[in-house]
């Protein structure tokens, strides 16, 4: 295997987790599992490690018990079209216990945090010095789900 794979660290959850996200990404699928044994360390039958992909980048999923959390210091950021692309990643995600954030921001019922981000937004922050751009951060840092036409509207200064 080529290139680099992010490696996730649960407690006892990477089996629940690598349902829940092969579940809301379209492209995705688990490559494999491997399960602890009779000598352990985990419980007979748990998932020890395993692996999947969204969207063609493959993710490792360990159960090494509670020593490590996830932290805002990491997150996935997801590219969306559309508003309607941004609601689903945003419903999904922050169901089952996720929790909202700001700008854009929200972890996930694991605590992974992810940002569901519009494309058009590249586009309204590339001028640092332009009015649009203040605008359209401004409106940014006020929102917890990300609204295109709002964010559109504040760019163009029509809200």
């Not at 349902?19 to 492209?27: L, N, P």
């Not at 399960?35 to 692996?51: C, H, L, S, T, W």
């Not at 569901?116 to 010095?129: E, F, G, I, R, S």
């Amino acid at each position: 295997m080529k290139g680099i794979t992010p490696f996730l660290w649960f407690d006892q959850d990477a089996e629940a987790a690598m349902d829940f996200y092969t579940s809301i990404f379209k492209h995705s699928k688990i490559v494999r599992v491997s399960r602890y044994g009779d000598a352990g360390p985990g419980p007979k039958g748990q998932v020890m490690v395993g692996e999947f992909e969204i969207n063609g980048q493959r993710f490792m999923a360990l159960n090494g018990g509670p020593q490590f959390k996830f932290t805002e210091a990491i997150s996935f950021v997801i590219h969306c079209e559309d508003q309607e692309e941004i609601d689903y990643y945003w419903s999904n995600l922050t169901s089952q216990g996720g929790q909202e954030s700001q700008c854009g921001w929200l972890k996930d019922k694991f605590g992974l945090s992810w940002q569901v981000a519009p494309t058009a937004m590249a586009k309204m922050l590339k001028n640092p010095k332009s009015k649009g751009t203040e605008r359209a951060f401004a409106a940014m840092m006020e929102m917890k789900k990300l609204d295109i036409a709002a964010l559109e509207a504040a760019f163009k200064g029509k809200g």
